[in-house]
DNA sequence: GGCGATTATATACAGTGTATATTTGACCGG
DNA sequence: CCGGTCAAATATACACTGTATATAATCGCC
């Protein structure tokens, strides 16, 4: 707080003539970097749509880096985030999922947006230094005690693999899981099958 | 650091002859709960492993709330964790996968794992809340503004949809994705399709 | 120009992690 | 039993949080 008041040029607490605290400043700032999400409409290919949406999404969060820290230690839902899941239950709605399914379908995906990018953000070594940090670390990682792991690593030192992990992949498989779940006629038979716990 | 000492019945100072500082403690305490995340087996069918990690790590979450907030913010592979790495990988190219695809495979899970388990401990109301907190709030989602989730909101508030996410939901279509994927031969057209950014 | 309301400030307090220096206490060879 | 050694506990202090409270400055308006 004193930082941020020290870069209007002013003291910590005037800013509480214009923010109830801290938390409200945050919310603040969440909903205003939320319109950069790309928000669904209700026209159109809801595979796209969604795809879009989890694109914008992350490259928002890259952009600004201190945003999923604070989104999940803090929902609170103002005009701009409602607008966005607003317009995205209503784009599966209107393509044929129930309003129960709408919700499954943006928890997982925002799930993936949110876990992908945290540790993605998270992870202390840049890809450009995956090769070096692999070389690196690879006689700490015991060949008796972690072989595949260790082949792994080996895979980056040679160059076999660039070690660059996909947010297409998982989203994909999300994707056209439930492109398939949707063509079917039966769907309480080839609902993807819950489990308790 | 003081209550932790206090719980000991010392001071906050005497933590430090055992421990560097406070991540090092934290570092510690994720490796010491990760002995619950159940590792897979290189034998064994690979999607019921993955099930079973996910969903045992899942449930090490629910039980102790404080891991994952720390565990995305804080990476430091403990031996446990690298155990659990080491046998997530192990068992997916003893299946099939190539290491690189056993790794997009293993971030793909554990994004679903972190994000979802993040999303639930975060919300702000117990499911079994879901209904009161819906016919409280549907006041003020506005049916011209937000539709949809007005629309969604009176789905709860009737019974139609008792609101509760299924963890199940996201992991059984990666799983059933993932082993679409593999059984097609020729994978290089059947990829899911990557994008740029 | 003065009044009322908004905004800025000064000061203070209870927390936080931890650096530094000092004291305690347990063990051990003589 | 005695002193020496060394790990463990403590005392004190510092910089840094967010913010409660009380006071002062500033601005718009009649």
Redesign the interface.
Known sequence: MRRLAGAFGVTAMSLYNHVANKNELIDLMLNQVAAEIEIPSVDGQWQEMM?RRA?SM??MFLRHRWVP?LL????TLG?VI??D???T??CL?TNGF???E???VR??I???????T??EL???VEPSAYRDAAATYLPE?SSS?????H??AL?IVSG??D?V??????????L???E??QHQTNRQTSV????S?
Do not use: K
């Open positions: 795809r694109h992350r490259r820290p999940i230690s803090q929902i005009q409602l607008r899941i607003d317009a239950v209503g709605v129930s309003y129960a709408a919700d499954w928890n997982a925002d799930s993936h947006v949110y876990g992908y945290l540790q998270n992870f202390p990682i005690d972690y072989p595949f792991m082949a792994a895979q076999a693999y070690g992990t996909d947010f297409s992949f998982g989203l994909e498989l999300l056209e899981g439930l398939n779940w993807p099958r819950p489990r716990g």
